[in-house]
């Protein structure tokens, strides 16, 4: 839980003058948003009250932003909004506001809405699915100016005397919630960047990498934009395409329902991390796939099997042969 800390911590004991401040941001400050907005919607869940959701966006949106942040500007601020910006600049998002930070300021005032609408206190049977939704693409908005900074570093790594400090920090910054989706990119990731020495030649396979695991940190290609022309390129899967898993090809789109596996590992680092509701909360409403394993377990298209399913209801539920036995 520390983590965080002994990061910043070590850096200054060794005089990392550049990287300190950037890892104080986007390790403990960004957490600490992400903490905020899930007590946004733990708040909505729990039905205690607006104040208490507002009180938690404010502060959310407060840290950002920072108090002397002039909107769209590069040269104010200190803050993650800043670093946005300065991400952005090497995107083709120089002038005024950064893709990044516009798609954030419109997630805050729209969760905002919803709090001043009260649709948690007025029950809206779909209110927290729906608020936790938009939470949910606002931590990828944030991971944003995390990989564009990412990649600035991997292709300048001569473009400061820390670069190889900021490379391995941006890698440990995203890289949990990579292992908590993609093992395997995961430790490709910890090989290539953590305690070796980043060498020029091996930029485009670190571009490739990052590019395969956009959607595991809720980010899109054009969401991150073109950094140059000469690296590879990142093209988002249009709408509809159809992929191929483990050798069977698939007819239609199934790219949501197929991402429950994430639902499933995460419930797994959730129950062995003995965060319980959180592992419930997953379960019941689902979190990377479009469908939910209560869904799954409690679907009425089961008992169409007839005897099949007559036979797994009594067997695990006893005479009275529960329909929802799985759940």
């Not at 820390?162 to 490709?188: H, K, M, Q, T, W």
């Not at 020495?197 to 395969?212: G, N, T, Y």
């Not at 429950?260 to 062995?272: A, P, S």
């Not at 006893?318 to 759940?327: F, I, K, L, R, W």
Request: net charge negative.
């Amino acid at each position: 839980a520390q983590y965080s800390n002994t990061l910043v911590t070590d850096l200054l004991n060794l005089d990392k003058v550049e990287a300190t401040p950037e890892a104080a941001l986007v390790t403990s400050v960004w957490m600490y948003i992400v903490h905020k907005l899930y007590e946004v919607t733990r708040a909505c869940q729990d039905n205690s009250g607006s104040s208490k959701m507002q009180q938690s966006l404010d502060i959310a949106a407060a840290l950002w932003i920072g108090v002397d942040q002039e909107e769209g500007d590069i040269d104010s601020g200190n803050m993650l909004y800043n670093l946005a910006q300065r991400a952005g600049e090497h995107f083709g998002q120089g002038l005024g506001e950064t893709t990044a930070n516009s798609l954030i300021i419109e997630a805050f005032n729209k969760v905002q809405l919803d709090i001043e609408n009260e649709i948690c206190e007025n029950k809206h049977p779909d209110a927290y699915i729906s608020l936790r939704s938009k939470i949910h693409d606002l931590i990828g908005y944030m991971t944003i100016p995390l990989i564009q900074r990412f990649i600035h570093h991997i292709m300048y790594p001569e473009s400061s005397n820390e670069n190889a400090d900021f490379i391995e920090l941006y890698a440990l910054s995203i890289g949990a919630r990579v292992a908590a989706c993609e093992p395997s990119s995961y430790l490709s990731m910890i090989n290539l960047f953590v305690g070796n020495d980043f060498k020029e030649s091996s930029q485009d396979q670190a571009i490739q990498l990052l590019h395969s695991i956009y959607s595991c940190v809720q980010v899109t290609c054009d969401q991150v934009g073109v950094y140059r022309d000469d690296i590879p390129e990142c093209i988002d899967a249009p709408d509809g395409e159809k992929v191929e898993y483990a050798g069977y090809p698939q007819t239609f789109d199934v790219s949501l329902p197929s991402r429950i596996d994430r639902d499933i590992l995460q419930i797994k680092i959730l129950t062995e991390t003995r965060a319980y509701e959180a592992a419930l909360d997953y379960y019941t409403n689902g979190y990377n796939s479009d469908v939910s394993l209560q869904d799954i377990a409690t679907s009425p298209g089961r008992a169409k099997i007839g005897k099949v399913f007559d036979a797994f209801a009594t067997y695990f539920s006893g005479p009275n042969s529960d329909p929802n036995y799985a759940d």
